[in-house]
């Protein structure tokens, strides 16, 4: 069997899984497709027939998805959330000083406590996620849930009002 046709069919047999784990782990289906591109691109003129298992696909779709993240900048990450789905976003005109009213709004009566401070204490007092989670006691990771889950119901409510 020819490395092309080799890597056509791992292609075929692996696909949805790996880009089920690119789409997890980026919250983004077309970028998630063109990370699992990426990985076949790169195994048709690198990769001997011998090293390549589902075990080698996944890691290098999980470590393209790292490397992704780790080159965006953390606020472009929270930004393409909640972004994603609008493509009349300009980031000169938005937000104005109404949106920002509605979203100071929905952040003082729709969150959690913790939501409402990690999002105040990112986005407001301008903290890095570390020291956020310093300030609040608990781990990074939480802090981003928190903050993802506010920028989540934020989406929403915005979405409703039009």
Request: net charge negative; proline share 1%.
């Amino acid at each position: 069997m020819t490395n092309k046709k080799h890597i056509e069919k791992l292609f075929k047999e692996h696909y949805r899984q790996l880009h089920r784990l690119a789409k997890m782990l980026l919250h983004d289906d077309e970028l998630a497709c063109d990370i699992v591109h990426d990985v076949f691109a790169a195994l048709l003129y690198n990769a001997n027939d011998d090293e390549i298992s589902a075990g080698y696909l996944i890691n290098a779709v999980r470590n393209r998805c790292i490397n992704y993240i780790r080159n965006t900048s953390t606020r472009q990450r929270l930004a393409n959330l909640y972004y994603i789905d609008s493509e009349e976003y300009d980031m000169e005109t938005w937000p104005n000083d109404e949106d920002i009213t509605v979203i100071y709004d929905i952040i003082n009566s729709d969150l959690t406590p913790q939501c409402r401070r990690a999002m105040v204490l990112r986005f407001v007092n301008g903290m890095k996620f570390s020291e956020v989670a310093n300030e609040m006691g608990i781990s990074e990771n939480a802090v981003y849930k928190y903050v993802r889950h506010a920028i989540v119901i934020i989406r929403k409510k915005l979405n409703q009002n039009g």
